[in-house]
């Protein structure tokens, strides 16, 4: 198909304009046409247009009022500059009057274009609005200018771009447009603003939600795929979107400069947690991964996605030391990331000994092995759960705490990380909500108060990575949750996102171990680091040989509740 290069296009239609507004300004003052003025003029407005407003990479349609006021200033301007040349009273009075002329065709022609590139939408079959006019949002409105959507308006929070238009549609704040479009209800709202807070989404959900057929949002900037266009890119709001938070303190460069170069040994590296650090790692340039785990197909399935990194699929358990310590053996691993754990409270409630063996067990073969290896950093993660524990879970967690702070770890800096739960980590109510509402049943919800910390897994990680490369041993890191959430209020957010009505919330009762709410501090003698989304809760002391004992007696007891309740004296189960 023959294409005109649009340089070439936009100087011809200078060079016609000015042919016709020259020839017309001649007719008026009755002179014979100047050539030489025609020449001196025409290259004037190519510099004016090519190498100041540099017209030849805009398009016609992106014209708005502000664009054409800066493009005649320019043009006057350039008059007034270029005036000294201009001798001769006609000249002067002829320029001025052939000048009007131009801006008035040019303006003509442009607002013309508009208007038949406006009026062809009004024939497309879906309406959007763009919420958010900065570059992500003009992006998304030039690329649905050929497309089957119609972009009816922008919204943008910002007060310097309200009231005023791009490509003759208008820019409108919040309220503004919930006025004049208050009968209206659009097909597609997107959320242009890759940056936005959870707060802003939120609050844009929340007060247009139910205006539109469906609400798309944007990926945030670090997962927008540069090379590709917007559109392709846009997703289906979810709640992960809203309740995700950003950590504004991100140091990147702190956590390769930890990461890169360095084996790593991931345990439960196939689960949620282990296996997005394993990413991060990768991420982040580490050497070589040893990826250990118990789960055959979690462990499949991590390998599986980093066949092209240098790794190692290790398939053990962290209960057995003798047949652990060969992998330590072997691979000499510069750091120990320890994820392994049973995390499900009611499931752990169910097997007791099971729970107490994996979780204390696993993670002291696993901290002992590293110590005896010389590992360099051991980072332990951890929970909310082990604050004052209602549950098995939780108590083993807090152990696990206790002995990472009080071991004897010589060479080894050993650091644990505490927070809460992750979206869409499995057990998690997230998608088990999802389940219930792809096959129509009713939400079950525990309780109409309990609540939770929320954070995504790749940013949570992020955090981990980040505290343990500022620990120096025996630090109990918390990592910043945000506000607690209520479980109600996320079903009801879920329900409402998939735009079914016949889907109600059951409450079911607290479950065995379950608490009302979660707390990621013991106290608030806790201190701050360099990075506002972690500080380092006050370290707890007890006697390593002592906890060594209990530890032996617990695995050995036939009343292992009351043991637990021995190690940790807070320990408050809750059988509900």
């Not at 001769?88 to 038949?116: A, K």
């Not at 990413?279 to 991590?302: P, T, W």
């Not at 004052?388 to 990472?404: D, Q």
């Amino acid at each position: 198909m023959f294409h005109i290069d649009k340089r070439i296009l936009n100087f011809l239609v200078i060079i016609v304009l000015s042919l016709i507004t020259f020839s017309w300004s001649f007719f008026i003052f009755k002179l014979p046409f100047d050539y030489s003025l025609f020449i001196f003029v025409v290259i004037v407005r190519f510099v004016c247009s090519f190498l100041i407003l540099k017209d030849y990479s805009l398009s016609w349609s992106k014209t708005s009022s502000r664009s054409f006021l800066i493009k005649s200033i320019v043009y006057i301007a350039a008059f007034f500059v270029y005036m000294p040349f201009l001798y001769g009273e006609y000249r002067i009075s002829f320029i001025l009057s052939e000048l009007f002329l131009y801006i008035f065709s040019i303006s003509f022609l442009m607002y013309s274009y508009n208007f038949l590139i406006n009026r062809s939408r009004t024939y497309k079959s879906k309406n959007i609005v763009i919420y958010g006019a900065g570059k992500a949002g003009l992006q998304l409105e030039n690329e649905f200018s050929s497309s089957e959507y119609k972009v009816v308006c922008f919204i943008d929070d910002e007060k310097v771009l309200q009231n005023r238009s791009i490509d003759g549609l208008a820019i409108l704040s919040r309220e503004k447009y919930l006025r004049k479009y208050k009968k209206d209800h659009f097909d597609i709202m997107i959320i242009a603003m890759p940056s936005a807070s959870k707060v802003e989404i939120n609050s844009i959900y929340n007060e247009m939600e139910g205006k539109f057929e469906s609400i798309k949002i944007l990926p945030s900037l670090e997962n927008i795929l540069k090379k590709e266009n917007f559109s392709k890119q846009l997703k289906d709001i979810t709640v992960e979107d809203l309740l995700a938070r950003h950590p504004a303190d991100l140091d990147q460069k702190q956590i390769e400069n930890f990461i890169e170069n360095k084996t790593i040994l991931i345990t439960g590296a196939g689960g949620s947690i282990g296996s997005e650090i394993a990413r991060q790692c990768v991420h982040f340039k580490a050497k070589q991964l040893i990826l250990l785990d118990h789960s055959e197909i979690n462990l499949y399935s991590i390998s599986e996605e980093l066949k092209d990194f240098n790794h190692v699929s290790v398939m053990k358990s962290v209960v057995n030391k003798e047949i652990l310590k060969e992998t330590f053996e072997k691979y000499h691993p510069d750091m120990v990331i320890h994820a392994a754990a049973y995390k499900h409270v009611p499931l752990v409630e169910d097997n007791i000994l099971s729970g107490i063996t994996n979780n204390i067990i696993g993670t002291k073969n696993c901290i002992d092995l590293a110590i005896e290896f010389g590992v360099k950093k051991f980072v332990l993660i951890s929970t909310d759960k082990a604050v004052r524990p209602t549950n098995v879970m939780g108590t083993t967690k807090r152990i696990c705490e206790l002995y990472a702070q009080n071991v004897d770890s010589q060479d080894t800096e050993i650091v644990a990380v505490r927070f809460g739960n992750v979206l869409g980590s499995s057990g998690s109510v997230i998608p088990k909500f999802k389940k219930q509402i792809e096959l129509g049943l009713n939400i079950t919800v525990t309780h109409p108060d309990i609540t939770r910390y929320f954070m995504l897994i790749p940013e949570a990680c992020e955090l981990v990575l980040q505290a343990a490369s500022i620990g120096k041993g025996g630090e109990l890191f918390i990592l910043d949750m945000g506000e607690p959430i209520k479980i109600v209020d996320l079903a009801n957010k879920m329900i409402a996102l998939s735009g079914r009505d016949d889907i109600e919330i059951e409450f079911c009762g607290l479950r065995a171990g379950e608490k009302l709410y979660e707390e990621l501090l013991i106290n608030d003698s806790d201190k701050k680091t360099e990075y506002e989304s972690i500080t380092v809760a006050s370290s707890s002391f007890f006697d390593i040989n002592e906890l060594n004992t209990k530890i032996e007696e617990l695995i050995n007891s036939s009343t292992p509740l009351l043991k637990l309740k021995e190690i940790v004296p807070e320990f408050n189960h809750q059988l509900n």
